[in-house]
């Protein structure tokens, strides 16, 4: 795609969300795309590889959480897979503080170089798995904000998510369709873990039939220390 229709495309969707963005915010999408694409053919990072569908699917849809956070907030991105939501917010909003956390290496790898290539500053990728890393003091309950996007069940997630929130923070899990029984088994592993839904806003992605649900969980007490369980668990046996 060339980079004049990739700018009105972009500029349009997020128009339909109510983002104004500037050219120098085309530019970092256009080079993350770019890099996208390029790297996709040599290591799996997304199934989505028509460029109308990654602005669409990927960069707006990364925006529609960007009305939850505030200004210099700090962010992890669990689970992050090629950078989504937390590279798309960082281009949105440069004062953002985000830590990008993957388990598979070749992953950081892409994204060390999407850091590098369009300059980005306050941001790093690590290799970690989300039980592992959130029993670091140096992480644990540390952040604003932890945000991930189609990663596992909402029980489980909410144990990866949590443990690295803040007091009063916020936990931000973007889902698709058909939520209700996820939401009913999670609610015991949310309270246990110190969390309580917030909020829950479901609508159709800029204006297509693609809906979405974004649930904001708060941080209202600590995450008892015996969370995360270790390594496998919260998949295999979710807090039910």
């Known amino acids: 795609m ?19 963005i500037t050219e120098k915010q085309v530019d970092d999408f256009y080079n993350y795309m770019n890099l996208l694409l390029e790297w996709n053919e040599k290591i799996n990072l997304t199934a989505i590889t028509e460029e109308n569908d990654i602005i669409l ?86 952040y604003d904000i932890s945000t991930s996007r189609a990663v596992a069940n909402l029980s489980t997630l909410s144990e990866y998510m949590l443990p690295f929130v803040k007091k009063d923070g916020i936990a931000i899990s973007m889902k698709g369709s058909n939520i209700d029984e996820e939401l009913n088994n999670s609610k015991k592993a949310i309270k246990i873990l110190g969390g309580k839904i917030e909020k829950i806003d479901n609508f159709n992605l800029a204006e297509t039939d693609n809906l979405r649900n974004i649930i904001i969980i708060r941080k209202i007490e600590k995450t008892p220390k015996e969370f995360p369980r270790k390594a496998g668990k919260p998949s295999k046996e979710p807090i039910c």
């Open 2 to 20: 060339e980079k004049e229709e990739f700018s009105n495309k972009l500029k349009d969707s997020m128009k339909k969300i109510n983002i104004e």
């Open 57 to 142: 699917k990927h960069f707006v849809d990364c925006g529609t959480i960007l009305k939850y956070i505030k200004d210099n907030s700090s962010i992890i991105d669990i689970g992050t897979g090629a950078g989504f939501p937390g590279i798309p917010l960082k281009i949105l909003n440069n004062s953002l503080k985000i830590t990008l956390m993957d388990s598979l290496n070749k992953r950081i790898i892409f994204l060390n170089n999407v850091i590098d290539e369009l300059k980005l500053s306050n941001i790093e990728a690590i290799h970690a798995r989300a039980e592992e890393l959130a029993r670091n003091k140096n992480y644990r309950e540390k």
